[in-house]
């Protein structure tokens, strides 16, 4: 195949804007090329603000950690995590400052968790992190750390100009063994993130681990209604 | 580092070819469950329909005890590369097959990602030869039980009317909810002492499930009685003889629900 007919103007602009050095090997070569390629699926799987993985790339990750839980039976833990009153930030000192508020962030959220998690920008001031191999114990207090470690901070958006933020942070664990849905494992996991706002903000709030347990509560309520039905029945018997 | 082009991975389930899946389970043992599971395989047989039931319940098995089989060839063997699987497949009185599991076997109380790709990989092999599946589990909610449920499209629950049996079919049926994400599970109510009682134990435990457990919004959970046995000494009788039900007592009330179950069940 003759490469020189490809079209890689655009893709070689692309790259240079994003600051990628070219790939090495003689232009239009089979390791030249296959740069080229390697370095546009970086590109196109990054987010370019915080250099975090962006919500394509993410979705594949968690499709991903959802088989190999699957498989493994191994437990796993999806965290989202929301920056609090973020609009504010943007309104009062513009959005470079809000900029520097996520850039912030993401560094924090990288420095705390392990090099084997998914760190990703999934939206505006929302991030996910995906932790493979994460006990159910430790859960709340990855979490827990990571909102201190965020809280502790103060981001400089101007000279001398700092300001303090918070973040809530919402968790679910995958179900072991079972193929659940990306889909709703990423509800699960934003239904504990609503939980934090509405209770309040800077918080953690992750999802009861499955508790089959039976409280002597919901003993008393299935009994009671059996004994009503017993009672009624045999009144009813009573009468005919 | 230059990452080379992976391979596009096989995402999320194959579309479902051949068999109805259906798990038979219980919280508490000794509800019926194997009982329950051999004559509906033969009550969907008697419609024409090609059968198969696995025993899934590989540490302590039973269906052999029920059918009166004396199996040389179980999935133990399949497992262990001693046998084909289907040389394993083997015919039941009834008009249905039965892929048998050992009984005692400590190897498989514990769910080991070995016995979970084999037990997979047997389910789709044997899916595309039947109409039905159905899986009879073990009791409880070991790994084992759970991930053998997991592999089934349809759950049945058999519970009998005593409070431990209902306490732990209430556990079960919580647990499918909210950890297999199961939005339909279906109950039948064995040993029932009247005409009725099916209905008003479906509904409390209807009702308790969801004052506790809660339902993901826009995804009502719903648990439908697909049928009640009642109580029938014809039951003991066949279970002392190691007979199938349907066979030896076809007129009998308990006969008759087994049937209807399954008529409901092809829909």
Not at chain 1, 88 to 112: E, F, K, T, W
Not at chain 1, 138 to 162: D, H, M, N, W
Not at chain 1, 171 to 176: E, I, S
Not at chain 2, 153 to 179: F, G, H, M, N
């Amino acid at each position: 195949m003759d490469a020189s007919c490809l079209q890689f103007d655009s893709a070689l602009q692309l790259l240079q804007q994003a600051g990628v050095v070219l790939p090495d090997g003689e232009p239009y070569g089979a390791v030249w090329i296959q740069g080229v390629i390697d370095a546009l699926c970086d590109l196109s799987s990054k987010d370019p603000l915080t250099g975090l993985v962006n919500r394509r790339s993410f979705e594949m990750g968690l499709s991903r950690e959802v088989d190999r839980v699957a498989r493994s039976g191994e437990s796993a833990l999806l965290l989202v995590l929301d920056i609090d009153y973020f609009k504010a930030v943007n309104d009062n000192y513009g959005h470079g400052a809000g900029d520097l508020v996520i850039q912030a962030v993401a560094r924090v959220i990288n420095h705390v968790v392990r090099p084997m998690d998914t760190v990703a920008r999934v939206g505006g001031e929302e991030f996910a992190i995906i932790l493979p191999n994460c006990a159910g114990g430790f859960g709340a207090t990855v979490a827990e750390r990571l909102r201190e470690r965020v809280s502790g901070q103060r981001v400089e958006i101007a000279a001398g100009k700092f300001l303090n933020i918070t973040v809530s942070i919402g968790g679910a664990f995958a179900p072991q063994w079972v193929r659940s849905s990306p889909l709703i494992w990423m509800e699960r996991a934003d239904r504990q993130l609503y939980r934090a706002k509405a209770e309040g903000r800077n918080r953690t709030c992750l999802e009861h681990l499955v508790d089959s347990t039976v409280t002597a509560e919901e003993k008393g309520m299935l009994f009671a209604i059996a004994q009503d039905g017993a009672i009624a029945e045999s009144q009813q018997q009573g009468t005919e | 580092m230059s990452t080379t082009a992976a391979a596009p991975q096989q995402q999320g389930r194959p579309p479902r070819a051949g068999a109805r899946t259906l798990a038979v389970t219980s919280g508490k043992g000794g509800v019926g469950k194997t009982f329950v599971t051999a004559n509906l395989a033969a009550a969907l047989a008697a419609h024409g329909n090609k059968v198969l039931v696995l025993d899934a319940d590989l540490g302590l098995a039973n269906l052999d005890v029920v059918l009166n089989l004396h199996p040389k060839l179980t999935l133990h063997e399949v497992f262990t590369g001693k046998c084909t699987l289907e040389q394993a497949i083997l015919p039941a009185p009834g008009g249905f097959s039965v892929l048998l599991a050992g009984s005692g076997m400590v190897e498989y109380s514990r769910l080991t990602p070995d016995i979970r790709d084999k037990l997979l990989q047997i389910l789709e092999e044997v899916k595309p030869h039947f109409d039905w599946v159905l899986l009879d589990t073990g009791a409880g909610i070991s790994d084992v039980v759970l991930f053998a449920i997991s592999l089934a499209a349809d759950v049945l629950v058999v519970a009998t009317p005593e409070p431990t049996s209902l306490t732990d079919a209430y556990a079960t049926i919580k647990v499918l909810c909210t950890q297999q994400e199961r939005r339909h599970v279906g109950l039948l109510v064995n040993q029932a002492n009247r005409v009725g009682e099916g209905r008003l134990i479906c509904s409390q435990l209807q009702q308790v499930l969801q004052r506790f457990v809660g339902a993901i919004p826009g995804q009502a959970f719903k648990l439908e009685l697909l049928g009640e046995v009642k109580s029938d000494p014809v039951v003991r009788q066949a279970v002392l003889k190691r007979q199938l039900m349907l066979e030896h007592f076809p007129g009998s009330d308990a006969a008759q629900a087994i049937k209807a179950l399954a008529n409901k069940l092809i829909g």
